[in-house]
């Protein structure tokens, strides 16, 4: 199946500070890839859509300025949460769009002390 | 647009029992239907999935059954495991996009 790498896998940061998260289909093209915003016990919270070459769209509710997508290649995707505070701590996974379904990275778990 | 909805949120078998799992969706545009298996802290993985154009789909102990008229699709996971113990998602594809409308999940127990 295909394989998406996503980095680092875990950060912990001071509050105010920024803090990138890679996606990257390893051995396919992906044009869309998704970002997720899962709290515990929860389902999967879709952020936003993340097409190559163009801007993200973001889902209704999801802060455009603070959390910035970048899909600059046919392979990798970034999330970059500005300015993070306590209330952004959560586990944030990507996944890559291959017809017809999504393949996801291992997940991001973010601390904000 | 489209709505997922998922039953149980909790369900308990007993060791070597089946299972299974219902999804309701509401876009009658929807035509692809995954499920997911997702273990504590790790990454949702695709366990099996259907297209509207078959109404059952097998691979070993899990299978996908689409009811299309009445909007609804089940897993079916026979001579469970404690390794089936997970939480399970249901998905139906956005008819409009690639987007996948989501289930609240379900916490599989497989009690030994």
């Known amino acids: 199946g295909a394989v998406v790498s996503q980095h680092p896998s875990r950060v912990i940061c001071k509050s105010g500070t920024s803090v990138k998260i890679e996606c990257r289909s390893l051995?396919?093209?992906?044009?869309?890839m998704f970002w997720y915003r899962q709290f515990p016990k929860q389902s999967l919270m879709l952020m936003a859509t993340?097409?190559?070459?163009?801007?993200?769209?973001?889902e209704q509710g999801v802060e455009k300025d603070k959390f910035l997508i970048n899909h600059a290649s046919l392979t990798l995707s970034t999330l970059t949460v500005t300015s993070a505070h306590p209330e952004d701590s959560s586990f944030y996974i990507c996944s890559a769009y291959a017809p017809e379904t999504q393949y996801f990275g291992p997940g991001t778990r973010l601390l904000v002390l | 647009g489209e709505n997922v909805e998922q039953h149980p949120s909790t369900l308990s078998v007993q060791e070597g029992d089946s299972a299974v799992i219902k999804c309701t969706y509401s876009?009658?545009?929807?035509?692809?239907f995954p499920w997911y298996k997702q273990e504590l802290g790790k990454r949702p993985q695709l366990i099996i999935d259907?297209?509207?154009n078959v109404g059952e789909k097998k691979d070993q102990r899990i299978a996908v059954t689409l009811n299309k008229t009445a909007k609804h699709f089940s897993l079916h996971i026979t001579e469970t495991q404690p390794e089936d113990s997970a939480v399970y998602f249901c998905?139906?594809?956005?008819?409009?996009?690639?987007?996948?409308?989501w289930g609240a999940g379900t916490k599989l127990i497989i009690k030994p």
């Open positions: 998905a139906a594809n956005d008819g409009s996009n690639y987007q996948l409308i």
């Open positions: 876009d009658s545009a929807s035509n692809y």
């Open positions: 051995d396919f093209q992906a044009t869309t």
């Open positions: 993340s097409n190559e070459g163009s801007k993200a769209t973001y």
């Open positions: 259907i297209r509207s």
